[in-house]
């Protein structure tokens, strides 16, 4: 992980109208910025969005999948990286996920009302993965999925499970991505980042039953 400048983070949660039954009160969204001596890396995030991005990583498929991402989980998202990319796409793209694990915990707020849980299947031809969620502000990744080593495109296959991993760690995710079949490497990624977005989403929708946090204990 690259070492850090001060990180300088603008949240803003709004009322944006009348929903019915107040299903929905507030506009959740955030904006980050990370400077480093390797990257530099701003994201807006808007939970309740509508699925529209505008991605610019200087990664191709690494843009692609973020799209994707958006996309099913419904996300506004903008992300502008640069990075050195010269050395490889390491630092750029785990970069990416610690900015946009950042904005995700900085647009939920307190978490109250929201489900806590999502969970999705998304099949990608021959690949079938499922992604579960828990927003609970415990940090943990289990990564079962068979990548090996390589590329797709200009993106080391490995850094999915480190994108994965930087987004938990600061979202507060415990998330689980499992490969259940697959054998094309591009087809296997595409799915976990459908079903990535598709279970934060869920986990995150508003559930006008749930008093405050869905937690014993008060706070998550």
């Known amino acids: 992980m690259s070492a850090s400048k001060p990180i300088m983070i603008r949240s803003q949660e709004r009322r944006i109208g009348s929903v019915d039954k107040a299903e929905l009160a507030f506009q959740r969204k955030a904006s980050v910025d990370r400077q480093t001596k390797e990257t530099a890396v701003q994201i807006s995030l808007e939970i309740d969005g509508a699925g529209e991005s505008q991605i610019h990583t200087g990664i191709g498929f ?20 640069t990075g050195d990319l010269e050395v490889d796409c390491h630092h750029t793209v785990e970069d990416v996920g610690i900015v946009l694990g950042q904005a995700l915990a900085q647009a939920a707020g307190d978490k109250s009302g929201i489900r806590r ?79 990535l977005g598709r279970a934060l989403s869920a986990s995150l929708e508003k559930d006008a039953r749930v008093q405050g946090v869905p937690s014993s204990k008060g706070s998550l």
């Open 62 to 81: 690494f843009d692609h999948m973020l799209t994707l991402f958006a996309k099913h989980g419904l996300f506004s998202l903008e992300v502008k990286a």
């Open 117 to 195: 849980y999502g969970q999705s299947y998304v099949p990608m031809d021959e690949a079938l993965v499922l992604v579960v969620v828990d927003f609970s502000g415990r940090p943990y990744l289990a990564f079962e999925a068979e990548l090996g080593q390589g590329r797709v495109g200009d993106f080391d296959v490995e850094m999915v499970e480190e994108f994965l991993r930087a987004l938990a760690v600061n979202a507060g995710l415990t998330l689980h991505v499992r490969m259940l079949a697959g054998k094309n490497r591009h087809h296997i990624i595409e799915a976990i980042f459908k079903a």
